[in-house]
């Protein structure tokens, strides 16, 4: 770029380049949301033609759905109550997936933050509602956060992998609580459906006013937008953000990488924690069996949706909510198995992970790809 | 047969006829997540794949009444389930261990939808040889009825571990797992070999199912398996992807796995869910004990994106 320009061409060029990268900011934006909606509708397309296999209409049951999830003020606010965990289940999975760690064992740190917020309820029965209920918040979130804090500290100090270890610590979470549930801190009084004792009136979390929804929908929103602004406003989220990319360059930098690590899967189980205190406080009313309802599965498909942004994951588990929340009339109105739901999630889950093959790869929507000259096509 | 009183020594023999009854999927799915690992290729599904083998080996042998067409049905069933596997993560950015999650949920929904007109009917089982005609002790001969399908399994341990080490097809899945670049330098295409591998892994998953649904424990139902498709995952890991060494570990996660129906069998019912998670406990901890921060694995396949 050595040939001298004039002052006008100068302008021109800083006008086109202006232009272009406006262009490129809305091209490359488009891609993140147009990728995923068309994966989300071929995914839908998929499992219309399953049920038609089965022999039932896929008009009726989108309509059903419809009804079910989005249709009456009634039905979006069931939804938004089954939504509501897997906002806190997702981030179990979007932050760790910040720093390229695949953690899948939510459910065992929503499970543990139940049993220990319906501990700590049934223990401190007596004192101030408001204190109580704090100190469940907190033992959830410490319960749920040393689990998943434990599977990020075996990966980077024993470099024991995450997402079978995340899994495994899953089901012996299940087992402990089964164990606690069943035995140390079963209330004698619950014969069928062994639980703890029920927490009193004055500790339940109690609905947002004018909603059927409780206040775990603000909570889970709020944790989104926090979430949000630690990884794209802080130095920690920046430093994940590198250590995500490369573990190597981190570590040259001079990044404390397994602080780093620690402290986000901690975080992240937190969270989850919080999501199982929430289900005792405002659902449940004690810990029992329904604690592993897989709000931690869904929740990975939530968070992989979303693609790891904890502000895409507010939409995504709205609308997978709904569609857990449609499950019931779609297997009353169209005598379908309860797993029809459980399909459909998997199908769409498979479809968007196969759409991440097509980043890049359009022309629209990748500037790298326009007006170049065919010989240079492929040389970046 | 009446229960004769041996006393304590019933826990040691019944965690023996526990090791060999548990062990058989875990024999399977691992011998076929090691065939698949060895090409560079990590199949979480398999625990989906255990699911719906064990759902369609049941819907078969209910409505054929063979329990062999059964397991044939499982293993062709897994067959599809891995060439998926296989077909999908050849394509560019798309993660194997984020499908094989995503694959785990699918195959595991499939079999809850398609299993429920199942959960009623009782079907046919695969036969059991009395290795332990010989004892006149009711709990020796039940610890030593030992079925077909782990004779086949150990078998399989043994031939896998020889075919890898002097066959052309063993070498080829080999070389495509050490290194890709290698493999079509000699003319070889891993996406192909990689396909094949799980293909033939997602089968023996399938048959593996099929043993749940059809001998132990012998039924269909949502709960049928509890991650034993994962564990044997982590199995592999630990048998370093020596399939002899997959079939000593199934051994053993089946005998922790057997602790504690074994301790409730002599009356030892305290803390019983606590056993239930010995098999998980056991696999974090070798996990734990046999990973290192400083070094791969000895035996890793160099392409294997979980040792990484």
């Known amino acids: 770029m050595t040939e001298a320009v004039s002052g006008t061409d100068v302008r021109a060029i800083l006008d086109a380049r202006g232009y272009r990268t406006a262009l490129e900011w809305i091209a490359r934006r488009a891609e993140a949301f147009v990728i995923p909606l068309a994966a989300l509708v071929a995914g839908m397309l998929l499992f219309s033609l399953f049920i038609a296999m089965v022999g039932k209409s896929p008009v009726q049951l989108y309509e059903t759905m419809w009804r079910g999830g989005f249709g009456s003020w009634f039905s979006i606010q069931n939804s938004l109550s089954r939504g509501a965990p897997l906002l806190l289940a997702a981030l179990c999975v979007a932050l760790p997936a910040r720093?390229?760690?695949?953690?899948?064992?939510?459910?065992?740190?929503?499970?543990?933050?139940?049993?220990?917020?319906?501990?700590?309820?049934?223990?401190?029965?007596?004192?101030?509602?408001?204190?109580?209920?704090?100190?469940?918040?907190?033992?959830?979130?410490?319960?749920?956060?040393?689990?998943?804090?434990?599977?990020?500290?075996?990966?980077?100090?024993?470099?024991?992998?995450?997402t079978i270890s995340s899994l495994l610590m899953a089901y012996i979470a299940i087992a402990l609580m089964n164990h606690l549930v069943e035995g140390p801190l079963r209330d004698p009084a619950s014969l069928n459906k062994p639980s703890t004792q029920p927490l009193a009136d004055i500790y339940r979390v109690g609905n947002i006013p004018g909603m059927e929804v409780h206040w775990g929908l603000v909570v889970g929103i709020l944790a989104c937008v926090l979430s949000w602004l630690l990884i794209e406003k802080t130095r920690w989220g920046f430093a994940a953000r590198i250590a995500g990319g490369n573990v190597r360059a981190a570590q040259v930098q001079g990044l404390a990488v397994g602080p780093l690590i620690v402290g986000f899967t901690a975080l992240a189980g937190g969270f989850a924690g919080l999501a199982g205190m929430l289900?005792?406080?405002?659902?449940?009313?004690?810990?029992?069996?329904?604690?592993?309802?897989?709000?931690?599965?869904?929740?990975?498909?939530?968070?992989?949706?979303?693609?790891?942004?904890?502000?895409?994951?507010?939409?995504?588990?709205f609308l997978l909510g709904g569609i857990d929340a449609s499950g019931g009339l779609i297997q009353r109105r169209m005598d379908l198995p309860d797993a029809t739901v459980l399909v459909l999630q998997g199908m769409l889950f498979i479809v968007i992970l196969f759409s991440e093959t097509f980043y890049g790869r359009f022309k629209l929507f990748n500037p790298d790809l326009w007006q170049r000259p065919d010989s240079l096509k492929g040389t970046v | 047969m009446e229960a004769i009183d041996i006393g304590l020594w019933g826990v040691p023999l019944a965690m023996l006829g526990g090791a060999i009854r548990v062990s058989t999927p875990f024999i399977f799915v691992s011998l076929g997540e090691a065939i698949t690992e060895s090409s560079g290729r990590i199949n979480l599904g398999l625990e989906g794949t255990l699911v719906f083998g064990a759902m369609s080996a049941y819907a078969v042998a209910v409505m054929t009444g063979s329990p062999w067409l059964g397991l044939l049905a499982a293993a062709v069933a897994g067959l599809c389930f891995g060439l998926f596997h296989g077909w999908i993560c050849k394509f560019p950015k798309v993660n194997d261990i984020a499908i094989g999650i995503a694959l785990m949920l699918f195959g595991t929904g499939l079999a809850f939808f398609f299993g429920k007109p199942f959960i009623q009917p009782s079907a046919p089982d695969l036969p059991a040889i009395p290795f332990g005609a010989w004892s006149d002790i009711p709990q020796v001969q039940a610890a030593l009825n030992v079925n077909v399908l782990f004779l086949i399994g150990a078998a399989l341990a043994a031939f896998l571990w020889w075919a890898f080490r002097n066959t052309r097809i063993g070498l080829i899945v080999r070389v495509v797992g050490d290194s890709a670049d290698a493999a079509r330098a000699m003319g070889l295409d891993p996406n192909t070999v990689r396909l094949l591998a799980t293909g033939v892994g997602g089968a023996l998953a399938g048959i593996g199912g099929a043993y749940l649904s059809l001998y132990y424990p012998g039924s269909w139902t949502e709960r049928i398996s509890s991650g034993q498709g994962l564990m044997a995952v982590a199995l592999v890991i630990f048998a370093r992807w020596n399939p002899l060494g997959c079939f000593a570990a199934a051994l053993l996660f089946g005998g922790a796995g057997a602790l504690g129906p074994a301790l409730q069998s002599v009356g030892v019912t305290q803390g019983y869910y606590l056993f239930y998670a010995a098999p998980y406990i056991l696999t974090l901890v070798i996990m734990i004990a046999t990973s290192s921060p400083s070094r791969t694995l000895a035996g890793a396949p160099g392409e294997l994106s979980i040792t990484k």
């Open chain 1, 99 to 162: 720093l390229g760690l695949v953690v899948i064992g939510g459910e065992g740190a929503i499970v543990l933050g139940g049993v220990a917020a319906a501990a700590i309820g049934v223990a401190l029965n007596g004192a101030p509602s408001f204190l109580v209920i704090l100190l469940m918040g907190v033992g959830g979130v410490a319960a749920g956060g040393i689990w998943i804090g434990a599977v990020g500290a075996l990966r980077h100090y024993r470099a024991v992998n995450e």
């Open chain 1, 279 to 317: 289900e005792v406080a405002a659902v449940q009313g004690s810990a029992n069996g329904s604690l592993a309802a897989g709000y931690g599965y869904t929740g990975i498909l939530v968070a992989f949706l979303a693609r790891h942004n904890p502000l895409a994951i507010i939409p995504v588990a």
